[in-house]
């Protein structure tokens, strides 16, 4: 099996307090329902907040330096949520579509999806591409939502892929190994993920990039996500910049 390789451009294995700038974040945007709980405002309302926390991100990623950054929107498990909140996101999805899509343009971010979004519906998913082929030749930020999308789901596509190469006889079960999995995830073309940040001091990855995760640097912080902003974002990278990655050596 091939090894596992350390992305490229990162802090080597014996650095430590390098400042390196991650190439590639993820966060799990958690907190919007408990922001809005405390404040006795309605769940949709803290989704609304997460939408300007997200904006903020965006802004202090470009200026940190950050490639591709992935962002957790909607899970696969969120589909068991209440029909109004389910609603309310996508509401809340075409809202930002149609009032950012301009400034994500004229910022040089490239918009892309991971997960399967045309579960939300033709109209939508209309938008979601007329999007991402607007802003393609973008290069300051990748920017990749996480849409509908779950990790088990992705491994086990990826595995059903190489099966069935094997079955029509197009490829030898002795070449499967870590590399031809990875090359089957939806994430083959992103830089190897160095950094997942959860907000809301939950600590788990809840289905989330766990093949992709396996030698990231994870950072679970208590800040909700509507409060995240250039300063919280900030302050991960400089803590990202000051540990030690071995990669599995000394």
């Not at 962002?71 to 309310?88: G, I, M």
């Not at 591409?129 to 992705?154: C, F, M, P, W």
């Not at 006889?169 to 990875?182: C, K, Q």
Request: glycine share 10%; hydrophobic share 40%.
């Amino acid at each position: 099996m091939s090894a596992a390789r350390a992305p490229e451009g990162a802090a080597s294995a014996t650095d430590t307090g390098s400042g390196a700038v991650p190439r590639h974040v993820a966060i799990i945007m958690d907190g919007n329902g408990r922001w809005a709980a405390r404040r006795g405002l309605p769940r949709a309302a803290g989704h609304k907040a997460g939408g300007e926390a997200v904006r903020a991100t965006l802004k202090a990623a470009v200026k940190a330096g950050v490639g591709t950054l992935t962002l957790y929107a909607f899970s696969s498990e969120n589909w068991r949520r209440s029909d109004k909140e389910v609603s309310d996101l996508k509401g809340l999805m075409r809202y930002y579509l149609e009032r950012e899509l301009e400034e994500l343009a004229k910022e040089g971010v490239r918009l892309d999806y991971i997960g399967d979004p045309s579960r939300f519906g033709p109209d939508l998913w209309d938008r979601l591409q007329k999007a991402r082929e607007k802003t393609r030749e973008n290069d300051k930020l990748h920017l990749v939502i996480a849409l509908n999308y779950g990790s088990r789901a992705e491994i086990a596509a990826g595995a059903r892929r190489l099966a069935e190469a094997v079955a029509a006889g197009g490829r030898d079960p002795a070449s499967i190994d870590e590399a031809a999995l990875d090359s089957a995830l939806q994430t083959a073309d992103l830089p190897e993920l160095d950094l997942v940040i959860r907000t809301s001091g939950e600590q788990r990855l809840s289905n989330f990039l766990m093949w992709q995760a396996a030698y990231a640097e994870l950072m679970f912080i208590d800040t909700l996500w509507p409060d995240f902003g250039e300063d919280e974002f900030n302050e991960c990278i400089r803590a990202f910049g000051q540990r030690q990655r071995r990669f599995g050596g000394r």
